[in-house]
């Protein structure tokens, strides 16, 4: 298997991390997020033990909440204050990584993106993979101060569903669904009540977890390509990734990025807003 070159724009290894873990201008964080089904409390869970100088990002509260949609992308001033308040600002370099591996922190990877700040990275593996190496975990909160952070939103990594309608119809982007294949086939009913089986017509189907190895990092370049070959994506036109609720969307839009595919957005309100419009066209199987 070939090693992924460490990215501080992306992804970079545990490796990678320890040997930067005292940086000054480091910020790690802890991104865990979990279905809303599972039964687990990501904040308790990071209480209970965290990479060292981890803040906890909570991906509910750091979100839209005059949406009826799950944390949606926050307003700009609101990513503005949370971050200040994390002491997360200009000139840090920030590591994301989640209990789960490689999951919900490519989430906040595309929220920094959305925000105008590239200095993030995925950390590959996460927390599993520190943990399995035997690496430091703490369990007091760091002692934070303030950051000013200046944010210029790139609207272009976003699509809403009028966006996302308008390309299914004329077929000038490869619509990318990261949920598994018995809910993108309709087989299974949502997880979320109320909303339709199914996907957008058009989509192709990568599972977020064919992206990844058995160990929960990501795939070199050629597993990836090949990945998206597979499902008959063609790399040659834009992409529009989506999912459930708009989390694992993000594994591939951080996968396209891996493989230098630029021409990318994710589609925020995902199955948990076109499933629920009887308006717009279900396709199965």
């Given at each position: 298997?070939?090693?992924?070159?460490?990215?501080?724009?992306?992804?970079?290894?545990?490796?990678?991390?320890?040997?930067?873990?005292?940086?000054?201008?480091?910020?790690?964080?802890d991104a865990s997020w979990h279905m809303p089904d599972a039964g687990r409390d990501a904040q308790a869970d990071y209480a209970?033990?965290?990479?060292?100088?981890?803040?906890?990002?909570?991906?509910?509260?750091?979100?839209?909440?005059?949406?009826?949609?799950?944390?949606?992308?926050?307003?700009?001033?609101?990513?503005?204050?949370?971050?200040?308040?994390m002491g997360v600002g200009d000139g840090h370099q920030v590591v994301v990584y989640d209990t789960a591996g490689l999951f919900?922190?490519?989430?906040?990877?595309?929220?920094?993106?959305?925000?105008?700040?590239?200095?993030?990275?995925?950390?590959?593996?996460?927390?599993?993979?520190?943990?399995?190496?035997?690496?430091?975990?703490?369990?007091?909160?760091?002692?934070?101060?303030?950051?000013?952070?200046?944010?210029?939103?790139?609207?272009?990594?976003?699509?809403?569903?009028?966006?996302?309608?308008?390309?299914?119809?004329?077929?000038?982007?490869?619509?990318?669904?990261?949920?598994?294949?018995?809910?993108?086939?309709?087989?299974?009913?949502?997880?979320?009540?109320?909303?339709?089986?199914?996907?957008?017509?058009?989509?192709?189907?990568?599972?977020?977890?064919?992206?990844?190895?058995?160990?929960?990092?990501?795939?070199?370049?050629?597993?990836?390509?090949?990945?998206?070959?597979?499902?008959?994506?063609?790399?040659?036109?834009?992409?529009?990734?989506?999912?459930?609720?708009?989390?694992?969307?993000?594994?591939?839009?951080?996968?396209?990025?891996?493989?230098?595919?630029?021409?990318?957005?994710?589609?925020?309100?995902?199955?948990?807003?076109?499933?629920?419009?009887?308006?717009?066209?279900?396709?199965?199987?």
């Amino acid at each position: 298997m070939t090693v992924f070159p460490d990215d501080p724009k992306t992804l970079v290894s545990t490796d990678w991390l320890a040997a930067h873990l005292k940086d000054p201008d480091l910020r790690v964080l802890d991104a865990s997020w979990h279905m809303p089904d599972a039964g687990r409390d990501a904040q308790a869970d990071y209480a209970a033990g965290h990479i060292p100088g981890a803040r906890f990002f909570d991906i509910d509260e750091i979100s839209d909440l005059r949406s009826d949609l799950p944390h949606m992308a926050p307003p700009v001033e609101k990513f503005i204050s949370r971050m200040r308040a994390m002491g997360v600002g200009d000139g840090h370099q920030v590591v994301v990584y989640d209990t789960a591996g490689l999951f919900s922190a490519a989430r906040v990877w595309w929220l920094f993106r959305l925000m105008g700040k590239t200095d993030v990275a995925v950390l590959d593996g996460g927390l599993p993979k520190w943990r399995a190496e035997g690496r430091e975990i703490e369990d007091m909160p760091p002692m934070v101060r303030d950051r000013h952070i200046t944010v210029s939103r790139q609207a272009g990594l976003v699509k809403d569903v009028t966006q996302v309608a308008h390309a299914s119809k004329l077929g000038q982007a490869e619509i990318i669904d990261a949920r598994s294949a018995p809910r993108f086939k309709g087989e299974v009913a949502e997880p979320r009540p109320g909303l339709r089986s199914g996907h957008i017509p058009g989509s192709k189907n990568v599972p977020f977890g064919e992206v990844l190895n058995a160990d929960g990092t990501m795939k070199d370049v050629a597993g990836l390509r090949a990945t998206f070959a597979a499902a008959g994506v063609d790399l040659g036109k834009p992409a529009i990734t989506t999912c459930g609720s708009g989390i694992t969307a993000a594994v591939l839009a951080l996968a396209l990025e891996r493989i230098g595919h630029r021409n990318w957005a994710l589609y925020d309100g995902s199955w948990a807003e076109w499933g629920m419009y009887d308006d717009l066209k279900v396709a199965k199987g």
